[in-house]
């Protein structure tokens, strides 16, 4: 039988370094967190080659002695862990720092040259301690401010095996300022610089000040226009534990992405990257974006800690809730709500590649509905460039019938001022309705926007509550499936009722299904069954968990019904019908963005159409 023996703890180190420093940018985490941890209220991150030579963190915090110092370097050496929480009575889950495990330095100085000088505020001196690649080089006194300075140089250089699998000095530091900005935006109480160096100069990235408002914190690091195109969260929620509250910006529907990259989630100040939080808010958004756009948003979930277990990976970017489904409800339940407060709203104005190609003359009737269409799409659109002598003939011979149509301005109502989206004047290829507004002049997508108007009355009137009856089968379906998603499904068969889903047991490893919802009734029965089961486990055995899902597929079928049952494009409207419309989207949640995220209105401000003209 092969020897049992104790690896060398270099060795250890470095199997350890494997989990937690995968990379620079993790290497950089571990670091910003510790010094978010001393109670640092400044912290500048210094990078040369995306952090593949170089990653310096200084910050102002508590500071270490020398002693403190030589066994931060120990592994499972950790001031984080209170006594109270240490001992057979203690309960770790009850941790409320970023960092706890006592892994992060040893793991580092195992596989870089780690330089640590720091200085507790009123020491006479600082100390430099300095361990290369898992090898004492340097443990002496350093002349330094209060706080402490990390530096790594040359990670992975004695390990060519992980060193060959780092990618390009552009992408760790793409990473790198991902981990910067995540941890600046959880804490914006805290100051954050981020310079990189090259070629002998120095570039500063990212200067953040300390007390910042959250919304504009947030703004700063996604984008400048996202406070002006978003919602705030506010939602409070009792647990058994406590209160569970969500904060944060949600952008507006027609304010997305083509990726899911600026999407931020925060559970207790801890950035996470975790499946069950990212598919809350695509439920959430889910009748108000395409399936190819992705929503804009920070959110922050704070809830006591006996509800969430942070020891679950090592570089803790991953969760695991108590009561998964109960959070996932919460969270879609309260982006929806905050949607519906500033939902009238679009995007502020149109697409501005779209405005660029407004002409200031006239080279031919160039056609307006494509254009129109490029501003509420954003679809690309060029106008055709005749030669002059085809641009004079075009305008000196008699034109087309045009595609617009104007009635007789009526009287213009006191309380017309009142109204955001104006009074009609009339209607482009049968498609948009031009409405003047007190500041400017607005466009509206007709179909777009009734088809929004419909979804939400198809609500009102309880139509969510119509798709939920069931519609009995003749033969009940047998589904066979494995045993485990049979005792999930069998679990959750009562709320899967209530949405008008009627399964029960059929022997050690089937299911049977009596009865489909009357709004899916061509459903195939096994899919949905194997998506459902598939739902709750990786959201727990709820009952209610399942049959979110279900809700959320029954929202999908009434924005279906919505969509076939609006105002088409090409309907000719009378200005009467118009302004009915236009008075409904004022009243109507969600009004500003059609049911696949694209705008239904946008506003030129009498200033851009001022400009247009040159009157500016």
Not at 327 to 338: D, E, H, K, M, N
Not at 350 to 363: G, I, K, L, T
């Amino acid at each position: 039988m092969p020897e049992i023996r104790r690896l060398p703890s270099a060795l250890v180190n470095r199997i350890a370094a494997g989990e937690v420093v995968e990379r620079p940018a993790a290497a950089l985490k571990e670091l910003v967190e510790n010094a978010i941890d001393a109670g640092a209220r400044r912290i500048g991150v210094v990078l040369a080659e995306g952090g593949l030579e170089r990653i310096e963190v200084v910050d102002d915090g508590c500071g270490m002695g020398p002693d403190a110092m030589a066994l931060a370097l120990e592994r499972h050496a950790t001031s984080k862990l209170p006594e109270s929480l240490i001992g057979p009575d203690g309960a770790i889950e009850l941790v409320t720092t970023l960092g706890f495990r006592g892994e992060a330095l040893p793991s580092i100085a195992s596989v870089a040259r780690l330089t640590i000088e720091s200085r507790e505020a009123g020491a006479s001196e600082g100390w430099r301690r300095v361990v290369d690649h898992g090898g004492l080089l340097v443990d002496e006194p350093a002349a330094l401010p209060p706080g402490t300075r990390v530096r790594v140089e040359e990670l992975f250089a004695k390990v060519p095996a992980r060193r060959k699998f780092l990618r390009s000095a552009r992408s760790e530091y793409a990473a790198c300022l991902d981990v910067v900005r995540r941890l600046a935006m959880a804490r914006p109480d805290v100051g954050f610089t981020l310079e990189t160096l090259g070629e002998g100069s120095k570039r500063t990235v990212l200067s953040l000040q300390a007390d910042e408002e959250l919304a504009t914190r947030v703004a700063r690091i996604v984008a400048h226009e996202l406070k002006d195109n978003s919602v705030p969260i506010e939602l409070v929620r009792e647990t058994p534990y406590g209160l569970m509250r969500l904060t944060g910006l949600a952008g507006l529907p027609t304010y997305n992405r083509g990726v899911a990259d600026h999407q931020y989630l925060f559970v207790n100040g801890r950035p996470v990257k975790d499946r069950l939080l990212v598919g809350a808010v695509r439920g959430a958004y889910a009748d108000m974006l395409a399936r190819d756009r992705h929503a804009v948003l920070a959110l922050f979930l704070d809830l006591p800690p006996q509800d969430v277990d942070v020891n679950v990976h090592p570089a803790k970017t991953e969760v695991r809730f108590r009561d998964s489904a109960g959070v996932r409800g919460f969270i879609v339940s309260g982006l929806r709500q905050a949607l519906a407060t500033g939902d009238r709203r679009s995007a502020q104005g149109p697409d501005r590649a779209a405005m660029a190609r407004w002409v200031s003359e006239p080279v031919s009737p160039a056609p307006v509905a494509p254009m129109l269409e490029s501003i509420f799409s954003g679809r690309d659109w060029t106008a055709p460039q005749p030669q002059v002598s085809e641009a004079r003939s075009a305008w000196s011979a008699p034109l087309a019938q045009p595609q617009g149509r104007a009635e007789e301005a009526a009287p213009v109502p006191a309380e017309a001022q009142a109204y955001p989206l104006g009074i009609a004047r009339g209607q482009v290829a049968n498609t948009y309705i031009v409405a003047e507004a007190a500041d400017g002049l607005v466009l509206v997508d007709q179909h777009a926007a009734h088809e929004r108007l419909v979804l939400e009355r198809l609500r009102a009137a309880g139509a969510d509550e119509a798709t939920r009856r069931s519609q009995a089968l003749l033969v009940p379906d047998v589904v066979e499936m494995d045993e485990v998603d049979c005792d999930r499904l069998e679990d959750a068969s009562e709320g899967l009722a209530r949405y008008g889903l009627v399964i029960e047991r059929f022997g050690p490893s089937a299911m049977l299904v009596r009865a489909l919802p009357a709004a899916l009734p061509k459903a195939d029965s096994a899919a949905l069954l194997r998506d459902l089961a598939d739902d709750i486990a990786k959201h727990g055995k709820q009952e209610e968990s399942g049959a979110l899902l279900l809700a959320e597929r029954l929202e999908l079928v009434l924005a279906t019904m919505a969509c076939h049952g609006s105002v088409r494009a090409g309907r000719m409207l009378s200005v009467a019908e118009m302004n009915a419309l236009l008075r409904e989207m004022e009243a109507t949640p969600r009004s500003g963005q059609c049911n696949h995220g694209r705008p239904t209105w946008v506003k030129l401000s009498l200033e851009e159409v001022e400009k247009l003209f040159g009157r500016h």
